[in-house]
């Protein structure tokens, strides 16, 4: 059996070889390695692609080991499994109880704010930029959830398209 995964890792010393351990230690082989470190994106993500053979147990367990250290698998076999999800916040952010609005989004289940910047303007209102991943098909529920913090917290939401 074959599997073709894209992962997204840190570009860093030993982060590629860390993710190339549970492969053999599965029992599994490795077919290709593609690592695209001029593709790197704003958080110092490079994507890796790995094409992987075994039985389907041996790849269940890579696959699990995978997710157990962290690695983030963006693609399996073709099928996008985290989608990237960016939103602009408004307003009075930072007296709106940020950590609230923050925890508030990371709170659903499959969502991760990725990175939050915040352009301050002195006591006038701030924008924030808010890059989230989440698992696929989660797009409407985090676009809810920061309709109705926006709302109570009087904050204009700006969403992607």
Same mark, same amino acid.
Not at 63 to 84: C, H, N, Q
Not at 89 to 106: E, K, S, W
């Given at each position: 059996?074959?599997?073709?995964?894209?992962?997204?890792?840190?570009?860093?010393?030993?982060?590629?070889?860390?993710?190339?351990?549970?492969?053999?230690?599965?029992?599994?082989?490795?077919?290709?390695?593609?690592?695209?470190?001029?593709?790197?994106?704003? !958080?110092?993500?490079?994507?890796? @692609? #790995?094409?992987?053979?075994?039985?389907?147990?041996?790849?269940?367990?890579?696959?699990?080991?995978?997710?157990?250290?962290?690695?983030?698998?963006?693609?399996?076999?073709?099928?996008?499994?985290?989608?990237?999800?960016?939103?602009?916040?408004? *307003?009075?952010?930072?007296? @709106?109880?940020?950590?609230?609005?923050?925890?508030?989004?990371?709170?659903?289940? *499959?969502?991760? =704010?990725?990175?939050?910047?915040?352009?301050? !303007?002195?006591?006038?209102?701030?924008? /924030?930029?808010?890059?989230?991943? /989440?698992?696929?098909?989660?797009? @409407?529920?985090?676009?809810?959830? =920061?309709?109705?913090?926006?709302?109570?917290?009087?904050? #204009?939401?700006?969403?992607?398209?």
């Amino acid at each position: 059996m074959r599997i073709n995964l894209v992962l997204e890792l840190l570009d860093s010393p030993g982060k590629l070889v860390k993710v190339l351990e549970p492969i053999s230690t599965f029992g599994a082989n490795l077919v290709t390695v593609i690592h695209k470190r001029d593709y790197k994106n704003d !958080n110092g993500m490079v994507p890796v @692609q #790995l094409t992987l053979e075994g039985e389907h147990e041996e790849l269940k367990n890579v696959v699990d080991k995978f997710e157990e250290l962290g690695f983030t698998i963006i693609e399996m076999d073709g099928v996008v499994r985290k989608e990237k999800i960016t939103t602009i916040l408004f *307003g009075h952010i930072v007296d @709106q109880d940020l950590r609230d609005t923050m925890d508030r989004i990371n709170e659903l289940d *499959g969502v991760e =704010i990725v990175a939050f910047d915040i352009k301050l !303007n002195g006591e006038d209102k701030s924008t /924030a930029l808010i890059n989230i991943e /989440a698992d696929l098909g989660k797009k @409407q529920i985090i676009f809810n959830r =920061i309709a109705e913090i926006a709302s109570e917290k009087d904050l #204009l939401v700006i969403n992607e398209v």
